[in-house]
């Protein structure tokens, strides 16, 4: 069953705008996590926020987490066409149920 | 570092066969999860496994199984395959510290 739900379900932008991508779970959580999959192949881990943070940066990324809210966005900065890729947020309850649940993830198409 | 290794890449096996996919983790790792990946059902867990034990099991039927042998190196099983059962199938290793690292996954087709 998914417990991330993004939206948008797909985001088309030109090529040095900004991606905002919003994504909210059910339960309590341990960590959220955002991976990046290219048409089909593995997936890359881009950033994890644990459930006592707020914000975090890494590079053109930023993550914030609100638990109250149950909900996260992915700002993506400065997009480029290599950005282009299907997004997932994943929740980690943590503990003996660790395990990631996934999102139906964004297409993001970014228009060079 | 090596990262996750799943071999092999693409699989295309008929119905009522069985298949096994192998996934080696990173270094040091001790445990591994296995995802299946559909466009219809999206990514699902499989299971996890620590320390050559299974400590965790997603709603999958008893036709997937897996293992995991003392070098933490994993394995997953299908048996009497099913033309559902085509998928993008992913191996992490994970750790406490630094979360999980995917696999490039197997994409087995059944036909």
């Known amino acids: 069953s998914q417990q991330g739900e993004e939206d948008p379900q797909a985001l088309s932008i030109q090529e040095g705008e900004n991606a905002t991508m919003n994504c909210s779970y059910k339960?309590?959580?341990?960590?959220l996590q955002w991976y990046r999959q290219n048409s089909g192949r593995g997936l890359v881990h881009l950033i994890l926020?644990?459930?006592?943070?707020r914000e975090k940066h890494s590079g053109r990324l930023r993550v914030t987490l609100d638990t109250s809210k149950k909900s996260s966005s992915l700002l993506i900065t400065a997009s480029r066409a290599a950005d282009t890729a299907s997004y997932f947020c994943?929740?980690?309850?943590?503990?003996?149920?660790?395990?990631?649940?996934f999102g139906k993830g964004i297409t993001l198409s970014v228009r060079p | 570092k090596a990262g996750v290794t799943q071999t092999p890449r693409y699989l295309i096996k008929t119905r009522g066969q069985q298949v096994t996919l192998s996934c080696s983790p990173i270094?040091?790792?001790?445990?591994v999860s296995w995802y299946q990946q559909t466009p219809g059902q999206g990514l699902q867990f499989l299971f996890e496994?620590?320390?050559?034990?299974?400590?965790n099991k997603g709603n999958f039927p008893g036709r997937f199984s897996g293992r995991q042998f003392s070098n933490s190196r994993s394995e997953m099983n299908v048996s009497t395959l099913e033309l559902g059962d085509s998928a993008l199938y992913l191996c992490?290793?994970?750790?406490?510290?630094?979360?999980?690292?995917f696999g490039s996954g197997t994409r087995l087709t059944v036909v």
């Open positions: 992490a290793s994970s750790t406490q510290a630094y979360g999980y690292t």
């Open positions: 339960t309590s959580i341990n960590n």
């Open positions: 926020i644990r459930s006592n943070e």
């Open positions: 994943a929740t980690d309850e943590g503990g003996a149920n660790s395990k990631l649940t």
């Open positions: 270094s040091g790792h001790r445990s």
């Open positions: 496994y620590f320390s050559e034990t299974q400590r």
